[in-house]
């Protein structure tokens, strides 16, 4: 750790994984309701349980993003984060409206717009969270030393996301309205400005543990930027086909999504270059794992997953079923909570000098929850596969389809099980690398520096 105050990214880590245990529980909940066994209907009903799978999801990469920016940022600029008591201060309010926010959906306290349930009052406080959280990594990276590619993609991501919250904050009467600017929150979000958070976690990571050059890393950043915008912006179409928009989205939208791919086979042909070209040095071999394997899941997830149903002629019939939740799954999975965990990977030694990046503990966790992750992929699609032909092309109800999909949520729950023993792993594995301590090497590791002959092995 070269900064003493990059050490609160710590405490964003570990409610992150709370925060994820709790939403992995909430996911058993639904996947044993849809076997049939909805025994927790009375105080959790599935429509609260998926508000809180979804919206816990959000949070707990958001607080893995801010825990990241906290540890990239101060080093990025060359200085000590400018205030971290007043991270604290941010750290704690973001926890306790989240906290609120998952209590109040159990009251029915919410707006009901998928993904953006969070009632409104508390959205205006989210705007002041963020807007300290902007205003800490900012002022760090401005009265740095040094602007990175890295540090600068990372705060255009961290600011764009926050502006782009907005939107979803503005009342319409109109259905199709709001259901328009929603999703210039949660396409734009995923497929547009995290995409840059992503990207500059990876570089990051990729510059640390392959020894590559900085200069060739970032290059490739700003091809993959390009490419995100370029598709990312106009593919927001892909949602507007049904939904009451004009009629010129579906040509828009089509091409413009089917365009969007490219920007995750870049991350993922990218960061396999990388690898290559660096070798694979780095000890922490378990954080390169999670890097390397967020940039080619980000890619069958997103990518591929999403290419898959972006069509107007696919998505006429697959819009809403299952098939949705295969690609959400695996896409989230992939791009975002993998690059968290690769952060936390790498950060953990660093912050702790304890060395638990190998045995068997790390490696099972990385195995488990994604040979798990992919088995639940796999079990969404049967069902949702099969739900679009039953229900949309041979006309049977829904509920009965339900009935019929039964089956394969017993597979959904074996692979959950599977990808809960990764989770529960990990957060072992976080556990026993214990707290941050105060006396660390000022170096962390000297990879970036060292000519690659010469570094670490
Ligand atoms: C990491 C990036 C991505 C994530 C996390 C993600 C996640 C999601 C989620 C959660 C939904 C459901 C949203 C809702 O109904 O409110 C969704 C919908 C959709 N995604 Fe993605 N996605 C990503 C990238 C992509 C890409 C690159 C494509 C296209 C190539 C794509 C195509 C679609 C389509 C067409 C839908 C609409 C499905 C429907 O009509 O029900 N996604 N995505
Ligand atoms: C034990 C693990 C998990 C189980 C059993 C599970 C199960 C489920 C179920 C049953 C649904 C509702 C599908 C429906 O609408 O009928 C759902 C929704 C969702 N889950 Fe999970 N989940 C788990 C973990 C995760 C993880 C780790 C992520 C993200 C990385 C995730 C992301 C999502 C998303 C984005 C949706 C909304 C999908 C959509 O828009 O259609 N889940 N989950
Ligand atoms: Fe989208």
Not at 1 to 22: G, P
Not at 226 to 253: D, K, N
Request: one cysteine or more; aromatic letters at 16%.
């Amino acid at each position: 750790m070269k900064y003493r105050s990059q050490k609160i990214a710590w405490l964003f880590f570990a409610t992150s994984l709370v925060l994820l245990v709790l939403q992995v529980l909430y996911g058993f909940i639904m996947g044993f309701a849809h076997m049939g066994y909805d025994v927790f209907h009375e105080w959790i009903p599935f429509n609260t349980a998926r508000a809180v799978h979804t919206n816990l999801l959000v949070v707990w990469l958001l607080s893995g993003f801010m825990g990241s920016a906290y540890w990239v940022i101060p080093e990025e600029a060359g200085r000590e984060l400018v205030s971290p008591k007043l991270a604290l201060v941010q750290w704690a309010s973001f926890v306790l409206v989240g906290v609120v926010a998952v209590i109040g959906f159990h009251f029915n306290w919410w707006e009901g717009r998928k993904f953006l349930e969070i009632p409104r009052p508390l959205d205006y406080l989210v705007v002041v969270n963020v807007l300290l959280f902007i205003g800490l990594v900012g002022a760090t990276a401005w009265q740095g030393r040094r602007f990175t590619t890295t540090g600068i993609t990372l705060l255009l991501g961290l600011v764009s996301a926050a502006l782009l919250y907005l939107p979803g904050m503005y009342h319409f009467d109109n259905q199709v309205h709001d259901s328009y600017f929603r999703w210039w929150v949660v396409h734009l979000w995923v497929e547009g400005v995290w995409e840059l958070i992503m990207g500059a976690l990876l570089s990051y990571l990729l510059i640390k543990l392959t020894g590559v050059d900085r200069e060739i890393i970032e290059k490739w950043l700003y091809v993959i930027v390009g490419i995100t915008f370029l598709s990312g912006i106009l593919g927001t179409g892909h949602h507007y086909y049904y939904i009451g928009a004009p009629e010129y989205w579906l040509m828009i939208g089509g091409i413009f999504s089917a365009l969007e791919p490219l920007a995750f086979l870049g991350m993922a042909i990218f960061a396999m270059a990388m690898m290559r070209k660096g070798g694979r040095r780095h000890p922490n071999r378990c954080a390169l794992h999670w890097t390397i394997g967020c940039a080619v899941l980000s890619f069958v997830g997103a990518g591929f997953l999403g290419m898959a149903h972006t069509l107007p002629q696919v998505n006429l019939w697959t819009h809403g079923t299952l098939v949705t939740a295969m690609h959400g799954h695996l896409a989230f999975w992939g791009a975002y909570a993998m690059i968290v965990f690769a952060m936390i990977m790498y950060t953990m030694p660093e912050m702790t000098g304890r060395n638990c990046y190998t045995g068997w503990i790390p490696e099972w966790a990385f195995l488990t929850s994604n040979i798990g992750m992919l088995a639940m992929t796999g079990a969404f699609a049967v069902a949702g596969i099969t739900q679009v032909y039953l229900e949309r092309k041979v006309g049977m109800d829904f509920l009965d389809v339900q009935d019929a999909v039964q089956v394969h949520f017993l597979g959904l729950v074996l692979a959950a099980a599977l990808f809960a023993l990764g989770i529960a792993l990990f957060v072992w594995n976080f556990i026993s690398f214990g707290l941050p301590a105060d006396d660390l090497k000022d170096e962390p590791d000297q990879t970036e520096r060292q000519p690659l002959k010469e570094a670490v092995t």
